[in-house]
Every structure is written in structure tokens, then in C-alpha cells.
């Protein structure tokens, strides 16, 4: 494999504690020397990549993706999400297991990380907690983490019975594995007749929509880290997926304080949007869990900035067109993620918000490889492996759905303005995207 | 470091919720919302004016001009009433209804939309099942759209009927409103206040025209932050106060088939919210009487009531055809420049 060489940027890389301008030489997919400007020693037949006045840092690491396959590859593709991954900074993603079939196998498992599937950048598949995602029956843990699996998380769903959240935290925290959970109490937002399509209030009641109460996530987040305390022995780790309430928030920060391994994530669309960006009936503003209240969303913002998130995620879930366009209620749950969470992350947090640069990087890189157990991963120390981002962090852009890569457009972020924009990304050492090639 | 962040949180600018860039078309009649006052004005005095016009003229204004009626749900009064409009100003009209079309066969609204401009509809009037729908109708076809009724959401048209009914009663039928024309005048809606376009629309609409409305049912029914719908709206629990600061009362059919297993105890209900003849003799001997139908005699309101001088509930009916003479001239007569967003 061929050497490069990426000379003349500043590279932060939060978890080495490194800010500053340097030299980086990646060789054999790893990195290989780290030096002080022109210092580095062996250059020889390596390409050089001019960054000079570019950020180079650890390429990003998106721990909750849909990335549809297997079985719906109309939305998008393995080889389609990795190459929005690529083109939003991203080296690794890990890939939630509502596909078609549900990934509850070895099999499936490996099948998403066989070269087949052309992936742009590291696929880290997440099993299903439960055979079939349905809640009943906890799958072989062992055998999931030995095909490559990363994580297990019914996603979509929550595991609503105690006793098979119990085995499946003792399960996971016996092969080490966290177990991710969609905190969705059903019995409060899904009837027979009926599924909440948005937040419960005052914007949901004008609309004439039925409406998602935050008492459906914070109670199952409530229950699930009581479960974790009375396995405290076993030192289970719960993560809380796409977190979206002030109530939930609480609980975490307060089970942390307890000592329980209990983390969570917070997407984009929460920590920026509201119910009210719903608007007249927007398809691309319904997800689940939906868009909060202000007043949660600004407990989200404060969060992120006092350090009690973990990590930002974006639940890039991809849908056609055609299933968006329909009626409210009809639609189905999710947007687009990957190549708006960097430029969104840039132009709120960094420049709006003023959290520093490193803490961001962190959140989206060094924090959720350390939560999946990603080694050598989410940070740029010499032999760690040669996944880069290089961007400008002062470029402001304008972002089209249109022009992206993933197979799918809907987001609510279309034609917004964006801070930071990919210069190259880097995956094991090769160029997996290069902003040149558009 | 991070203590220092967080007091200035309450400072932090967010992302601005964009305008809406509905209505798309200056014909459509999405939401009562729609309608600035003066648009609301023209409307009650062409509704007066076509009602007056002699048939034969009438019927040239929209001579041989296509309007569609799509309807997701059934519909005795509203139907009848936009197709006898549509009728009298000359339209030919097509109803499609979802049990007798390609509806049944799968086919997506935007899809029976795009098919019905293509057979030469230049407007739809539709009703719908989903809040919402027909923002999707008009954002998918670009043609007038005329709300039906949608969902839980709003049924514009009952709210003007509604209106055109108080103002015949209350204020001898004039026509140009402003923001003190109902000032003084308390509306109460009572009953199913959750489940009801008609509510919705008549919250909206009728404070900007200075009344009150207080929405009057149990919490089942009426959550508490009904209260945050708007401006000028309050909720009570207590029917009996509510009916005696009334000078308009509105009685709505509780909808069974919107429920979804809420259980709703009808005798409790009754006893507590049914509009009888005692009640209204001695709280509310003036009030107008209304519903927007069907009624369900000895439910929310009992025959006598129903039947009884106070009730208006046939010239609501009547007024109507008026209104929707007014409503579906407007959609495919109207210009850019009128209406718009209130």
C-alpha cells in the first residue's frame, strides 16, 4: 500500500491531547510518524496531500447509522451510506440491525462487512438484542461480537419487558458489549389504531396530530437504569440512544453520578430543531423520537456543552422519496444524517455555541470508539489505524440533498448554510472521498 | 471549564423555524388561517350576494369549469353542500370517493391528485382522513385546494358557515368584520374538543374577530394545554358556568371512530355536558344553539334542544351552500394579491 503523507495542517486529535501544526505519515493503512512541520523523516514515494491551513483530525465515527441493507436497497446501500459517511468526514459507522431480515446472526452480521458490499469506509455492524428485534428472546451475544458485531440494540424498538432487558444487559456485559437502547414506551405512543407522529403539546394539538410524550422515553430510560443498578456487579454498560428529552437527560446524569455505566448519544436534529419546524405537515421534520420541545432542546444544547452527552450520532435513516412524500401520519419515522452532522456540528456548536473545536472532534470521533470498544480508533497516535479527516473549519458552505451521495434526500437541513467542509477523507490509509472528485 | 458554559444558555441563538410558504395557490382554502380579515369580509359578502343571484346568471360564473370532490371519509352535509355549489355556479363536478376508486387499489393521494388535474379538474375540494392531507394535495398538484375537513385538524369552511350563522343571529348579518365585531360575545364549545376539526377552525377564527371561546369538555377529551391553541381561547370543566357566560353554545358529536380505545363512560358524560332544555332555560335563555352535525339526539344535546327556537342548526346547514358558493368561486376566480396568510 502506498504512503501518504498530509502536510501542512493543524491536527487536533482530542484523545492524544495534540493541537497544534504537524506532519502525518500514513503507511500500511496505519499511522506511522507524527512530526513537527518538515520534520518528518521517511517521505520517500509517499503522495503528499497539501493541507496547509486545513484541520486534520481523527476521521469521525457515527455510531448509529441505518444503512438498509440487508433488504432495502431502494433507500440506500451499503456502498451509498459509507460514500455519504466518506463525504461527510466519517471513517467508521456502526449499522443499526432494523434491516430486512433483522440482523440477530453471525451471518448477517458478516455478510454487511464482506468486501462485497464496496463500503467506502469500516462498517461496524450492531446485532440485534432479541431474535427478530421482537423483544422476547435475547440472542448469542458471543457469537454476534465474534462475527464483528459491535453492539447490540433492538433500534426501532425499545425491549419493553424487564426480565429480557435484564438477561440482555447481564448477557451483553458478560462478552462486553454495551446494549443500545431505543427509549420509546410503545404502550404510550402506539395503538392499535394509532402511532404518535410527533411531540406531545401545543403543536401537535393544533396540527391535530397525535402526539409522542417525553413520559415514553424517560420512563423507559428510568426503568432500564434501575435494571442496571441492581446488576451493578456485573458492571453492564446501557447506552441511551438519540436521547431527546430534558427528563431522560436527567436520569443519565444522575446514574452517572451513582456510578453505573450509562451513556448516551444526541443527534443534530435535536440539539437544533423543534416541534415547530414541523411547520405544515414537513415529513422530513418527523422522526422518532420526534422533534422536543424548546425547552428540551435547550436542555440538549446544555448538555452537549457540560459534558454529560457522549457522543453525537446522527440516525442517518434513509427513505425513497416516494415513502415521504405521503400523508403525516402515513410517513415514515427519520432523515438523513451523515453528510450534514459535521458542517451542522461546526456552524452551531463551534462557531454559534463557541464549544471548542477539540471537544466537538471528541464527540464525534475519540468518545464513540471508546464506547464501542473501537481500538485503535478515534485518535491519530502512531499506530493507531489511518483514518483521517482533513477539513476546513472555516468554510462555509450551502448544502443540497441533491448533490449528496446517499441514495435518499430527505432531510430537513436542505439549502441550509454549513460550517466546515471535507477536504479528504481518509479510511485505512486510502482516500475514500476527496472533495476534488466532485 | 464546563461550569462556565452553561449560564449563557438562555442567550444562545437556535435555528429560526422558516414561513410558511403555504398556501401555494391563491385559490386554496387550507386553513381559516388562510383568510386575512378582508378576504374573510369579500367572502361573507359574495356568499350573500350569490345566495340572492338569480340562478341562471349564477350558473355562468363557473360555466363548464371542473371542480373535483375527493373524499377519504364519508360525508352527508359538507359534501352535498360544496357539490350543490360547485352546481350552482355552473361547475361540473366529479366526486371520487375511497371506497369506489383506485384508492382502494393502493394508489397514493399525490398520485389520485396528479390523475385528477390530468382529467381536467381545476380545483379539489377534499376531505381526509389525515391532518395535514391537503397540504400534500396542493403541494403535489398546484391546483386551488378547498379543505374539507382534515383529520383532527380543521374543516375551514364550518368555521365561515359557523361565522355567517353567529353574525345572521347576533348582529343583523353584516358582512365586513373586523377585530371588534364579536367583541363582547362568549362562544362555548363543548364536547369532543380533541378529535374535532370544527373546533379547531372555530378557535382560531372566531377570537380574531374579538370574541371569546371557551372549549368545555373532560380533560379526555380536552387536554389542558388546549388552552395555548391561540389567543382568546380558555377551557372549563364546569359546563353549566360556561353555558351561563354564553351567547353562542356549540355542541360537538363525540366521534366514536376517533377514539382509539379511549374509554368514555356516556352516561358520566351526559350528566355533565349534555345540552338539555332545563339547562338552557335557565343558564342561557338567548344563546345561539349550534352544531355542525350529525347530531346524536339524547347524546349531546337532546330533540327538544335540538328542535327548540335556539337552535340554529339548520340555517348552519343552509348558510352552508352559501359559503361554499363563496368559497369555490374564490378558487378559481382568485389572484395572487388576495388573501394570503393572516
Known sequence: ?438 | MNSAVAPVRRQLRTPPVAASPFPLNPGSLLSVQDLTLDALSHLLARATALENQDPLTRARILAKRRIALLFYESSTRTRTSFELAAKGLGADTALVSSLSSSIEKGESLKDTGLTLRALGAEAIILRHASSGAPWLLEASTRLPVLNAGDGMHEHPTQALLDLRTILARLRSGIETVNAETLAGVTVSIVGDILHSRVARSNMLLLPRLGARVILCGPPALLPELAAQAGPGVEIARDFEAALARSQVVMMLRIQAERLAGLQLDLEEYKTAYQLTGQRLAALAPTAVVLHPGPIIRGLELTAGVADGPQSAILEQVTNGVAVRMAVVERALTAKADKGGRA
Not at chain 1, 64 to 91: C, D, M, N, S
Not at chain 1, 189 to 206: D, E, L, Q, V
Request: proline share 5%; net charge neutral; charged share 20%.
Open chain 1, 1 to 438: 500500500m502506498t504512503a501518504l503523507v498530509i502536510r501542512g495542517g493543524n491536527l487536533i486529535d482530542p484523545a492524544a491531547g495534540v493541537d497544534g501544526p504537524k506532519d502525518i505519515l500514513l503507511k500500511d493503512g496505519r499511522v506511522a510518524e507524527i512530526a513537527s512541520p518538515g520534520k518528518l523523516k521517511t517521505t520517500n514515494g509517499a503522495d503528499v496531500l497539501d493541507a496547509t491551513g486545513l484541520t486534520i483530525a481523527p476521521g469521525l465515527i457515527d455510531m448509529h447509522v441505518h444503512l438498509r441493507e440487508p433488504g432495502q436497497g431502494y433507500k440506500e446501500t451499503i456502498a451509498t451510506g459509507t460514500a455519504a459517511a466518506a463525504a461527510g468526514g466519517f471513517t467508521s459507522v456502526a449499522a443499526m440491525p432494523n434491516t430486512t431480515p433483522v440482523n440477530d446472526s453471525p451471518e448477517t452480521t458478516r455478510w454487511m462487512q464482506a468486501q462485497e458490499r464496496s463500503a467506502a469506509v469500516r462498517v461496524f455492524p450492531i446485532a440485534a438484542a432479541t431474535r427478530g428485534s421482537k423483544g422476547e428472546t435475547v440472542n448469542d451475544y458471543a457469537a454476534l461480537k465474534a462475527a464483528g458485531a459491535v453492539a447490540v440494540s433492538d433500534d426501532g424498538l425499545p425491549i419493553l419487558k424487564d426480565n429480557v432487558m435484564r438477561e440482555a444487559l447481564a448477557a451483553a456485559a458478560r462478552v462486553g458489549l454495551s446494549v443500545i437502547q431505543h427509549a420509546e414506551d410503545t404502550r404510550q405512543t402506539r395503538t392499535a389504531n394509532w402511532s404518535a407522529s410527533m411531540n406531545a403539546g401545543p403543536t401537535a394539538f393544533n396540527l391535530g396530530l397525535r402526539g409522542w410524550p417525553n413520559e415514553a422515553e424517560s420512563a423507559i430510560v428510568e426503568r432500564d437504569i434501575r435494571l442496571v443498578s441492581e446488576l451493578r456487579e456485573a458492571r453492564p454498560h446501557l447506552h441511551v440512544a438519540h436521547i431527546s428529552t430534558a427528563a431522560a437527560l436527567n436520569a443519565v446524569r444522575q446514574a452517572r453520578r451513582n456510578g453505573l455505566r450509562v451513556t448516551c448519544e444526541v443527534t443534530p436534529h435535536h440539539f437544533l430543531l423543534t416541534d415547530e419546524h414541523v411547520g405544515l405537515y414537513d415529513t422530513n421534520a418527523k422522526m422518532c423520537p420526534p422533534l422536543r420541545s424548546a425547552a428540551d432542546r435547550d436542555a440538549l444544547i446544555e448538555a452537549i456543552l457540560d459534558g454529560v452527552v457522549d457522543a453525537i450520532a446522527t440516525d442517518h435513516a434513509p427513505h425513497a422519496v416516494h415513502e415521504k412524500e405521503v400523508e403525516f401520519e402515513r410517513a415514515p419515522n427519520g432523515i438523513i444524517g451523515l453528510e450534514t452532522a459535521l458542517g451542522l456540528c461546526l456552524r452551531w456548536l463551534y462557531q454559534e455555541w463557541k464549544l471548542p473545536l477539540g471537544r466537538i472532534l471528541s464527540l464525534l470521533s475519540a468518545q464513540p470508539a471508546a464506547l464501542l470498544g473501537l481500538k485503535g480508533r478515534g485518535t491519530l497516535t502512531v499506530g493507531s489505524f489511518a483514518d483521517v479527516v482533513v477539513f476546513d473549519p472555516k468554510a462555509e458552505w450551502s448544502y443540497s440533498a441533491r448533490e449528496g451521495k446517499s441514495k435518499s434526500r430527505n432531510t430537513p437541513f436542505d439549502g441550509w448554510t454549513m460550517q466546515g467542509k471535507v477536504r479528504w477523507t481518509i479510511s485505512e490509509g486510502r482516500i475514500a472521498y476527496s472533495a476534488e472528485t466532485v
